[in-house]
């Protein structure tokens, strides 16, 4: 059963406007959570984070915001730009024990 | 830095040969995770190392499946014998700690198992 899911393999946005993408949770031991973006044939490079005991985190033009009662986290991107295409991976970690666990990501594509 | 470091990018073998894959983590970091990449199951943390040592392999789909740390520069992921359905995208991290710590990842490395 998947423990960090991201319901929407795709997401097609206009360039200047805002991009949204969502992630859910399941485990509630889970108390640190990562944006990470991938361009095709790279690594996962890190985006922005957010500690359980946060509820907004901001850096530059990306916000994370997590609802800890809905567990819930999403990432803003605005405004968005042509290199903001790639895929965005949500993951998560609990306690400092374990090593993360990833959504199946969103590709996210921005139009000109 | 040059970053994480992973041979080979791409590796092509037939059903039942022995896979090595390798990996050099950054400089300093006292932690090596391998993630592997799949269609149907996205990044999926395989096994991962705190200062050369295993602490979980919880991950590691089966015996065919090993990994070793010899030191503080180097991992190996060896998978023998290959099939088909370890075709997949074999990533390796690496991070300074381990919790609130980012992890900084290779390349990855493509394997086809025909």
């Known amino acids: 059963d998947q423990q960090v899911k991201q319901n929407s393999p795709s997401l097609s946005v206009q360039e200047g406007r805002i991009s949204i993408l969502n992630c859910d949770y399941t485990n509630s031991m889970f108390d640190y959570f990562l944006w990470y973006k991938k361009y095709p044939a790279e690594g996962p490079t890190f985006l922005i984070s957010i500690s359980s005991i946060k509820d907004k985190n901001e850096d530059g033009r990306f916000t994370v915001f997590l609802n800890k009662s809905a567990k819930h986290l999403s990432l803003h991107i605005v405004p968005s730009q042509p290199g903001d295409s790639a895929v965005y991976f949500c993951?998560?970690?609990?306690?400092?024990?374990?090593?993360?666990?990833f959504g199946k990501g969103t590709h996210l594509i921005i139009q000109p | 830095d040059a970053g994480v470091i992973q041979s080979p990018r791409h590796e092509v073998t037939e059903m039942g040969q022995e896979v090595t894959l390798r990996c050099k983590p950054i400089?300093?970091?006292?932690?090596l995770f391998w993630y592997r990449q799949t269609m149907m199951r996205g990044l999926e943390l395989l096994i991962y190392f705190n200062n050369n040592v295993p602490i979980d392999d919880s991950g590691m789909p089966e015996d065919r499946f090993s990994a070793k740390m010899p030191n503080a520069s180097f991992s190996t992921l060896k998978i023998q014998p290959s099939e088909p359905r370890d075709s997949a995208v074999y990533f390796c991290?690496?991070?300074?700690?381990?919790?609130?710590?980012?992890?900084?990842f290779g390349p990855g490395t493509r394997l086809t198992v025909l």
């Open positions: 400089s300093g970091h006292d932690y």
């Open positions: 993951a998560a970690q609990s306690g400092g024990a374990d090593g993360l666990t």
């Open positions: 991290a690496s991070s300074p700690g381990l919790e609130g710590d980012t992890q900084y």
